[in-house]
């Protein structure tokens, strides 16, 4: 079993920048890949970022630019927030899991999420 614990949400003006961190515990060798996904309130979750142990990183639309994801051994990761926007707003979690034979990761574990409030 993987335990994910996400720091680091914050509220901020536009065009500020937050790092959200993510430390994983447990058994750490059951994933190849993490994540960042969003919900904003009265949307679904969404995909923001993913980086995979041995890979290259891969962002949204929305985020490519501004935000960076990076990792720190097999237990960390963080995503690097800059130029926010309110549309940014939204609780954040951190997601991992094995890549896929064909492709893609399954995000099997999650953490309870870390709030961003971005403010124009």
């Known amino acids: 079993q993987v335990r994910l614990m996400e720091s680091g949400g914050d509220s901020v003006q536009a065009g500020g920048s937050l790092r959200l961190s993510c430390f994983a515990s447990?058994?750490?060798?059951?994933?190849?890949?993490m994540a960042w996904f969003r919900q904003a309130p009265g949307k679904e979750r969404e995909w923001v970022a993913r980086?995979?142990?041995?890979?290259?990183p891969a962002y949204a639309d929305s985020a490519a630019g501004r935000f960076t994801i990076s990792l720190d051994g097999r237990d960390s990761v963080a995503l690097q927030m800059n130029s926010l926007k309110p549309d940014d707003t939204g609780t954040y979690y951190c997601?991992?899991?094995?890549?896929?034979?064909?492709?893609?990761?399954?995000?099997?574990?999650w953490g309870q999420g870390t709030q961003v409030t971005v403010s124009s």
């Open positions: 447990g058994y750490t060798y059951n994933y190849n890949c």
């Open positions: 980086i995979e142990i041995a890979g290259s």
């Open positions: 997601a991992a899991g094995p890549r896929m034979a064909k492709g893609g990761c399954r995000y099997t574990f």
